[in-house]
């Protein structure tokens, strides 16, 4: 295997600090939504109303991102949407109204589609140049942003969220403008042909929906665990710094299997590391749910993470066989099984049992499972 070169090696090191300051600044603004709530004093429902329009925003930018992402534009997309997104950031921590959160919460989904497409084109095109696998470590930047910012935001508790976002959104900006020249001079090269010589276009027709279906089924696991890892700790009696801890260790569960995954997907293949993961999160979270014990649970939200890991990042450089477009459309799809998820959980909850329910996301892990080969062979580098 030969050695990357110059060029490649500096433009992974750049597409590092962007997946991780999209962490960051989605970790924050997460981390402070309860501020966010009391300063502009939204009931619940407004709040929704915020979080729909960041959504919608988001549905917008990854399509239009996907639409505009050719190579010679991706600098420019990079570098376009990172300010938008962190200048949305600063001025949402400034918006003390409704129509001016919803205005602001559009425009920051727009700006975060823009950029999630953008990293990820320029992520697959910079693999291909490494000739082996990076796409995991460069979403474990994006992670480590994310854990790193979360720590940020408990410590700064006291501090105002509008200084915190303010600052953070310039902060940002002047990575950015500092990076220029580098972005300017991203380097990546073109998905070659797949060996049986299938064209893009082709690889687009016949397995394009069920890369979608396999990425929203990952991210309706990554929702679950969000929205629902807590809640569940806490209804097996746990207590508070339990419950606080099951999403944590979750994070730290997919931090660590992104870490390790491009040297795995190099030994075993993109398909065997996948389907291998897959089970290892479905067999962690039903245990988990199934043992109805604290620890247990606790250490089935880990083992679910850890097996997640390397799911969307394989799913993305599969995608990106079929160019920018592609990409987009598998972000899109995945991203409706982050929205959607949480909700469905809950209602299926109400009808039965939240255990029962969360045996949801550790079913579908054993369908991408069963699924991986089909959808992602031929994918490594």
């Known amino acids: 295997m030969s050695r990357p070169t110059a060029a490649a090696r500096r433009s992974r090191i750049?597409?590092?600090?962007?997946?991780?300051?999209?962490?960051?600044?989605?970790?924050?603004?997460?981390?402070?939504?309860?501020?966010?709530?009391?300063?502009?004093?939204?009931?619940?429902?407004?709040?929704?109303?915020?979080?729909?329009?960041?959504?919608?925003?988001?549905?917008?930018?990854?399509?239009?991102?996907?639409?505009?992402?050719?190579?010679?534009?991706?600098?420019?997309?990079?570098?376009?949407g990172a300010v938008g997104l962190a200048g949305a950031l600063a001025v949402l921590g400034q918006c003390h109204t409704l129509a001016s959160l919803l205005a602001a919460a559009l425009a920051f989904g727009a700006a975060h589609g823009v950029v999630d497409v953008a990293t990820n084109s320029a992520a697959v095109r910079c693999q291909n140049a490494y000739g082996r696998p990076i796409m995991s470590s460069l979403h474990a930047a994006y992670s480590l942003g994310a854990l790193g910012a979360a720590a940020l935001a408990a410590a700064t508790a006291a501090t105002s969220h509008s200084v915190l976002f303010l600052v953070t959104g310039l902060a940002l900006t002047a990575a950015v403008l500092a990076a220029r020249p580098r972005t300017l001079a991203l380097h990546g090269t073109d998905q070659p042909p797949t060996p049986s010589g299938g064209t893009a276009a082709v690889l687009r027709r016949r397995r394009l929906w069920l890369l979608g279906a396999l990425a929203a089924a990952s991210l309706l696991g990554e929702g679950a665990a969000a929205d629902w890892a807590a809640v569940h700790v806490h209804t097996l009696d746990g207590t508070t710094a339990a419950a606080a801890s099951a999403f944590a260790l979750y994070s730290a569960g997919m931090t660590l299997g992104r870490l390790t995954g491009d040297r795995l997907t190099t030994a075993f293949g993109t398909p065997a590391v996948v389907r291998a993961g897959a089970l290892l999160a479905a067999t962690g979270l039903a245990g988990g749910v199934l043992a109805d014990s604290v620890p247990a649970a606790l250490a089935g939200w880990t083992v679910f993470g850890l097996g997640l890991s390397t799911t969307v990042p394989s799913l993305i450089t599969a995608a990106g066989r079929g160019g920018p477009k592609a990409v987009a459309t598998v972000s899109v799809t995945g991203y409706l099984g982050l929205l959607a998820g949480p909700a469905l959980i809950g209602a299926l909850a109400s009808a039965t049992t939240l255990p029962t329910a969360l045996l949801l996301p550790a079913l579908l892990a054993a369908a991408l499972a069963v699924l991986a080969h089909r959808a992602l062979e031929n994918t490594t580098p």
């Open 14 to 80: 750049l597409l590092t600090g962007y997946f991780l300051g999209m962490g960051v600044v989605m970790a924050i603004w997460g981390a402070r939504m309860p501020a966010v709530q009391h300063a502009a004093h939204l009931s619940t429902a407004q709040l929704s109303l915020v979080l729909l329009a960041a959504a919608l925003g988001m549905v917008a930018g990854l399509r239009t991102g996907g639409r505009l992402a050719r190579p010679d534009r991706l600098p420019v997309l990079l570098m376009g």
